[in-house]
């Protein structure tokens, strides 16, 4: 694991230089789908895989999007999945729609995907460690309101700070 400090904040990388990412950001997107991808990431992203990025459906309700090396590696196991696995395959792959992050920092997400996704203006970017979610933020606190309501479930029973 190397540790590389980026526009003041510390990403990790592991393996064949993926970063870890984390935390979450608060974003608007505009009329035309353009996000601007914050500065804290856009440097690891740049450092990863040059811009490079995949954005697809995810059925819990947001968008993924995964730095295009770390994408590939998921893309080669969804294809391999079996027959019953097809309505899965056209969730995670038919979706799946390459991205670059341009050179005023933003990316594009297509039409087709921010209605998948649920999207308005008011959006959120979280970090999960090799990808990031994209959230409608409405979208993300009804989630986690069902989440907390829900209580923790037992494979958290013996996690602890």
């Known amino acids: 694991m190397r540790k590389v400090a980026l526009s003041g904040v510390l990403c990790l990388f592991v393996g064949k230089f993926n970063a870890v990412f984390q935390g979450s950001s608060s974003i608007s ?14 440097d690891a992203l740049q450092t990863q895989c040059e811009g490079a990025l995949t954005l697809t459906k995810h059925p819990h309700g ?39 992050i341009d050179s005023a920092g933003r990316i594009l997400i297509s039409p087709e995907l921010r209605e998948a996704g649920g999207l308005s203006k008011d959006i959120m970017l979280l970090g999960m460690g090799s990808h990031f979610e994209i959230w409608d933020n409405t979208l993300l606190k009804i989630d986690e309101e069902k989440a907390i309501s829900a209580g923790m479930p037992d494979s958290l029973s013996d996690f602890s700070f």
């Open 62 to 100: 947001c968008l993924l999007m995964f730095p295009r090396p770390v994408w590939e590696e998921h893309r080669v196991k969804i294809a391999a999945l079996p027959m019953s696995a097809r309505p899965w395959q056209r969730i995670f792959l038919g979706f799946a729609t390459d991205v670059e």
């Open 29 to 42: 997107m505009d009329a035309k789908g353009r996000v601007i991808v914050p500065q804290k990431h856009r």
